[in-house]
């Protein structure tokens, strides 16, 4: 029986993907690993829409990527068809987030937030489960997606 073999990328649809890309990389410190648009028959049969044109950006976290591709996640702007925002609130079915690791949870809340980024709280040190004695934080990327900040325990 076949089946799912590793994780290639995790992606977020944006609504302009200069922005998305400044903020990723140029806040959160990612690599831009390509840049490209999507203006082809592959593309429209993928996504199912048969006038999609797309920008897409692939960005990793320093310094390599954990995946099997050569980027952890992708931003993509639909160019065409247009289509007005969604709600990305995360108590939503079918809203989702990014979690991503860090070793000073508060020295980065605290870079993040100087910058202009908008977070639901301070990092929280959290007090029961598997993470114990680490400190997590919701933020939100331009777009209002929910990111996650992880300090993990110390083990």
């Given at each position: 029986?076949?089946?799912?073999?590793?994780?290639?990328?995790?992606?977020?649809?944006?609504s302009?993907?200069?922005?998305?890309?400044?903020?990723?990389?140029?806040?959160?410190?990612m690599v831009l690993v390509h840049e490209q648009r999507?203006?082809?028959d592959y593309t429209?049969?993928?996504?199912?829409y048969p006038d999609a044109d797309l920008r897409v950006a692939q960005l990793a976290v320093p310094p390599a990527s954990s995946t099997?591709?050569?980027h952890d996640l992708e931003l993509v702007q639909y160019?065409?068809?247009?289509?007005?925002?969604t709600d990305p609130?995360?108590?939503?079915?079918?809203a989702a987030h990014l979690a991503f690791t860090t070793d000073d949870a508060v020295g980065t809340y605290e870079r993040l937030r100087a910058a202009g980024v908008e977070f639901v709280s301070p990092p929280n040190e959290i007090t029961a489960g598997v993470n114990r004695g680490g400190y997590?934080?919701?933020f939100f990327d331009p777009d209002r997606v929910t990111l996650e900040l992880v300090q993990p325990p110390r083990r």
């Open positions: 029986m076949s089946g799912l073999t590793g994780l290639w990328h995790f992606s977020f649809t944006v302009d993907l200069d922005a998305s890309i400044r903020f990723y990389r140029d806040l959160l410190g999507q203006d082809n429209r049969r993928l996504v199912g099997n591709s050569s160019l065409s068809p247009a289509a007005a925002p609130e995360r108590k939503r079915a079918g997590t934080c919701y």
